[in-house]
């Protein structure tokens, strides 16, 4: 095996001939790097994740987290890494330089985030939640805050959290019953249970710094209510004193997969001695954490892209080296047996799989093109920008996060019975990516996002630019005679999807949300799709210019290899909107009229 | 949790108002039977599941089998069980009454083998793996095999295996490279290895008996030169003795589910002094294994519904008394929070997974019902049941595989972040799934044996009795004005399906088997989906009737249970064939011109 788990080629054909991110140099923000320094950053995380993260992807999963006398002990390379990750800036890449960041564009960030996450996904997060929990102290947080909490978590010796879920409000915030109670010293008293916190204790940090949603005593009921807070483990008390905050890990959970982080419950205030700080306004808790909701949802995308493409390659290069069968004309069974890549069902399944995880990465780093976009940007392009980064955040988290499943199943379908057994890394792959359509919002919530929120946000403008976007490149596909076809495909598919939402949109406003709502997540899963097709219509068009100005012949089968897969998805996953599509025109309110009662029997 | 795992109210649903199975008791065959008699066949296995296999399914789960000294350590009931299996009848609950076996109907005995698979999936292959090889002998066995052998695999005193697998041989069983010796004293001495024996050694047991696939030394070369034969691990020496027959287990695999059940490593001769006798004609063996095959790929449909099913009701269970959320019109938080199975998108989720279990398991019990005709009829109706068999074995082999996956996945899904931690066995579900579309013959194995084979042999007449029989259920169906909708549209799938039929027999004359068979794998989910739709069709018009006469409010919702979830499938799953069609109608070989060079980059 050659243990290869992303492709640099493939990266830098997105980066630069996709994205054209050496663009971002010529802007104030980012004027300080050059193409030079991204290109050094992006193989030092290679560098990293082969040496330190990989070679642990198996033992992690093997040695799960333990509570030890009120501690979680992690596998014990992670302290070392942590280290590492903020020695070498890694936690605060998208940080500016005042608070000794890098400064980095937030798409090179974010591919050092897959890099990571496609060596290892449990130890990839303990950074990225770091870095997340550090940036909403940066926006919101007071100076104080920001000069106690930032330079100890970017340099990786303080780990950082978002502590959200309590048992009996999972997706259901406004349910959340974790209170702060005011004092006159600054502080809140903080009282209440999380449960489900990533990271939420480990014995590779010195300490952990909670984002937390609570409730101030006596705020309003409901989602207006919630108030953002910093709530250390340990309290920095005197100059260089940390002392316990009360707060307590009750538990740690055994999971299916993704088994080398910690995910914790909490128990805040049992002594009635946690203290918390105010992030933000009162009650605005919420909003406030939506920025590194939306970023986390994100970064759930790349890493399930990141999780698929591992197991991609894993499935490749055995199908590379596994001789099994003949060709079917071929009946001497004497003749010597091929290398499985030959079968056609076997390149079918591969090409499924690289289809999902190329596209997948391509609209992840697209919407971290229009992120960097709307920090250069202003006025409407900002807006722009922006608008388009929200509508197509929940679709960037789902269709990779779902496709994922089906992507590292059919990656360990490719094995064999041996792709179901420990020998090879593909059935943790498997284990690890189903932590995604769960975490950071289900699939069913990202659904109601998209169509109940970001569809008609702005009186439907973020639809509408969408719509201009995929038009645009349907024009630049149709100057190509071979692209033309499948342009014209994604012009009849996005046509659908506008018949589609026409049709929701006027159930709503005749029957009222939960019709109009009832199937929000195949609206969903329709929409990624063409999405997705989109970002291989954009790729096919690239590549194609490429080899008519002629290249390399190693560029060359690269570039062929990219106009295989567009056509692979648009004759195998476009013709998926069909039935979707049937199915969101037909009237038939069947979930909504089946009966609790009608289940039993 | 209240534990079910199967629905005695749907079994009997299906085994009488669908089909019929009472008439097998006035069959010459079954005449002994009577409804009653099947009832408490039925209820015992209910019992026996309930009481031993199910309390054991997460102890086996985590103490999966172990090789210690050459010998394979399994869980400590399973010695017991097999005892039990034995006493009860239930390994030889399909054999003929003058081997001691009950001379059940197919249909019964599979009924009991889905219920111990739903409790307990890896506990309820050893008797099913023993009943097969039993079956093998007895069909093809002389007196002495069967006198030898039988008496102690039907009691559970004996393990039976098939053992067909070699590591450089896998879906290419022409490739097997065990060899026979043949000697003078009416045994032949085994060489080789073999490789993911289910059950191959264990604990449990006195001794192993392998029905094994080897070449003669000098056969022909490829399928063609293949045999069967007993291979036991211990073999009977003098009267009373059983002497080690040098088979030794080289290795247990360590696996991402099912681990409950020993899948081994084997090395036959080491010594030279391992004896293998000859079931059937030399040369044969694979026409006489393609028996235990044929029965075990069904088998495996059966368990890949078990497994969806005991997930499915585990995810109802926790619907029904998870609080989150509250209705979406429902804008006051202090409003108490609903049951997560009132929202719709809840609703949907659970639709589907019985959509998928009660219409696999309804498709298995027809295929078990068309075996058990062939059995009870003869001339062209025996024909026409055998013929019907083999064209759905494939299909009930592979859709309750594949779908099970993602059934199992949206159990889990329905957990949240719970259905993700080892707290509720449905993350155990998700990992037992996994191996079905893999043994017995892999999915892209499954997809060629359909188009390439079933399809076309005796002139197409198994596909055309096919959509004889689907066409009986339409026009049943068009009967009930409520029905007639959903008969159309099956109607008009199953007429894409005539179209996509001839398409590619047309492409095979053009363009050869490469082509031809290049998509088989789609073609048999499409052909799936419009099986399954049948047998929802005919479900719902017993439902219908049942209505129609009138019934108690139990039952009553019950049956508008089933119509409910034959609407969810046809208008959620049956669509789903349009995008199928449209890709199988499409000439673009994709795949095939895809080269291996392209994959690389």
């Not at 104030?28 to 992006?42: A, C």
């Not at 978002?162 to 997706?171: C, D, V």
């Not at 910690?262 to 808790?285: H, K, Q, W, Y």
């Not at 590549?543 to 648009?570: N, P, S, V």
Request: net charge negative; with cysteine; hydrophobic share 40%.
């Amino acid at each position: 095996m050659s243990g290869k788990f992303v492709s640099e080629k493939n990266l830098n054909f997105l980066l630069y001939e996709i994205f054209d991110v050496e663009s971002l140099t010529r802007t104030d923000r980012y004027g300080q790097h050059t193409k030079k320094m991204f290109n050094m950053v992006v193989k030092a995380a290679t560098q990293l994740a082969k040496d330190r993260l990989y070679p642990i992807l198996d033992e992690m999963d093997k040695h799960p987290p333990e509570l030890v006398a009120g501690r979680v002990k992690v596998h014990g390379d992670v302290r070392e890494l942590m280290k590492e990750y903020g020695e070498g800036g890694w936690i605060g890449s998208g940080f500016p330089e005042e608070h000794d960041g890098e400064g980095l564009p937030i798409i090179i960030a974010n591919v050092c985030r897959f890099i990571f996450a496609a060596a290892n996904y449990s130890a990839s997060v303990f950074p990225e939640l770091t870095a997340g929990a550090a940036e909403l102290i940066l926006t919101f947080g007071s100076r104080e805050l920001v000069d106690t909490y930032l330079p100890p978590m970017l340099a990786g010796q303080w780990q950082g959290t978002m502590a959200l879920t309590e048992p009996q409000a999972g997706s259901s915030l406004s349910d959340i019953a974790t209170t702060a109670f005011p004092t006159d010293q600054g502080y809140y008293r903080i009282k209440g249970q999380k449960t489900f916190i990533s990271a939420g204790d480990h014995d590779g940090v010195d300490n952990v710094v909670h984002l937390m949603l609570a409730k101030i005593e006596g705020a309003p009921q409901g989602a207006r209510g919630i108030s953002l807070f910093v709530v250390p483990k340990l309290r920095p008390d005197t100059k260089d004193t940390l002392v316990s905050n009360d707060v307590t890990v009750a538990g740690v959970y055994h999971k299916l997969g993704y088994r080398g982080a910690p995910i914790t419950e909490l128990s805040m205030g049992e002594n009635n001695d946690c203290r918390g700080f105010l992030v933000g306004e009162a009650n605005r808790g919420l909003s406030c954490m939506f920025q590194m909701m939306n970023e986390a949802r994100l970064g759930v995308g790349l890493g399930a892209t990141a999780i698929a493409t591992a197991a991609y390659y894993a499935a490749l290069d055995y199908a590379m080296e596994r001789p099994q069968g003949r060709p079917l004309a071929q009946k001497d069974p004497s003749t010597p047996q091929i290398p499985i890549i030959e079968h056609t069902d076997v390149k079918r399944m591969l090409l499924f799989q690289r289809a999902v995880v190329e596209g997948s990465l391509s609209l992840c780093l697209q919407c971290c093109l229009y992120a960097d976009r709307a920090k250069v940007t202003s006025g409407e392009e900002k807006e722009r920008n922006t608008l388009l980064l929200d509508l197509l955040t929940p679709i960037a988290k789902t269709y990779p996060s779902e496709m994922g499943i089906l992507s590292t199943s059919q990656a360990l379908q490719c094995f064999g019975g041996y792709g179901y057994c420990e020998d090879f890394p593909v059935e943790q792959y498997f284990r690890d990516a189903r932590i995604h359509p769960i975490h950071e919002g289900t699939t069913g919530m990202q659904g109601m996002d998209l169509l109940g929120r970001k569809m008609v946000m702005n009186n439907g403008r973020a639809a509408m630019l969408f719509m201009e976007e995929v038009t645009r490149s349907i024009a630049a596909g149709k100057k190509f005679p071979d692209i033309a076809p499948y342009a014209d495909l994604l012009a009849q598919a996005l046509e659908q999807l506008r018949k589609v939402t026409g049709h929701l949109f006027a159930l709503a406003g005749e029957k009222g949300p939960e019709v109009f709502l009832a199937d929000a997540t195949l609206f969903l899963e329709m929409t990624g799709i063409v999405a997705i097709a989109w970002q291989w219509l954009i790729q096919a068009v690239a590549a194609h210019e490429a080899l008519e100005k002629g290249c390399k012949q190693k560029d060359e089968r690269f570039y062929q290899g990219k106009i295989f897969t567009f056509r692979y998805f648009f004759r195998y996953e476009l013709p998926k909107t069909l039935g979707l599509c049937q199915r969101l025109m037909d009237n038939d309110p069947v979930t909504m009229e089946m009966t609790t009662d009608s289940f039993k029997d």
